[in-house]
């Protein structure tokens, strides 16, 4: 049995959108400074692959918060595991996320970040997965539309595990009800 039941996107189809955003946040960002926010862990290779693509001048900074009650839906009750390094005061910033779900995660996000007064705020979501969205979020940069599905791979986890995947898959449910350990 294999955790992954279905491939969603394959390592050729990310890297072709992953490019064309990039080319989007350029030509959007040109002649300005942009902060590149992302949010750990989920974001970290999408965002590695990304800047890549985005010339222009940038920064980076990291949070990381948790959301999750171990299982496979978002709580909204968010913890900040790791706080923002920089001040952000007047700055152009873009939040990089790995996928939207209830959006309820990145609606704190946003407020936590507002109140902090950039100068602009966008936001980058590699996938959109509107099915049980519980607040109205603008995304301004979408890789993909995520059907209803738990996914993983290629930065996202199931029970911190599968994120090196270099696809992105639909978790194969059978595999939900078991410990961690035999995963
Ligand atoms: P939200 O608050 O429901 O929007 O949840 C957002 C966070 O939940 C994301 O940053 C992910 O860490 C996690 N998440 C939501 N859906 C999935 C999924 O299908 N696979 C892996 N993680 C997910």
């Given at each position: 049995m294999n955790i992954v039941k279905s491939v969603l996107f394959s390592p050729e189809v990310i890297a072709q959108r992953v490019k064309e955003l990039g080319a989007e946040i350029t030509s959007d960002y040109k002649d300005k400074e942009v902060l590149f926010l992302g949010i750990l862990k989920g974001a970290f290779l999408f965002m590695s692959d990304l800047c890549r693509y985005v010339d222009v001048k940038m920064e980076f900074d990291f949070m990381e918060v948790s959301s999750y009650s171990g299982g496979t839906y978002s709580t909204g009750q968010v913890r900040i595991l790791k706080d923002i390094d920089t001040n952000i005061e007047d700055k152009n910033i873009l939040i990089v996320e790995d996928i939207v779900d209830n959006g309820l995660t990145l609606d704190y996000l946003v407020n936590y970040i507002k109140v902090r007064q950039p100068r602009s705020l966008k936001i980058c979501a590699?996938?959109?997965?509107?099915?049980?969205?519980?607040v109205l979020l603008k995304i301004d940069y979408i890789g993909f539309d995520c059907p209803d599905e738990f996914v993983l791979g290629y930065g996202l986890d199931y029970g911190e595990f599968y994120r090196n995947l270099p696809f992105i898959g639909v978790l194969n449910e059978e595999f939900i009800s078991y410990p961690k350990n035999v995963l």
């Open positions: 590699l996938l959109d997965k509107r099915a049980h969205r519980k």
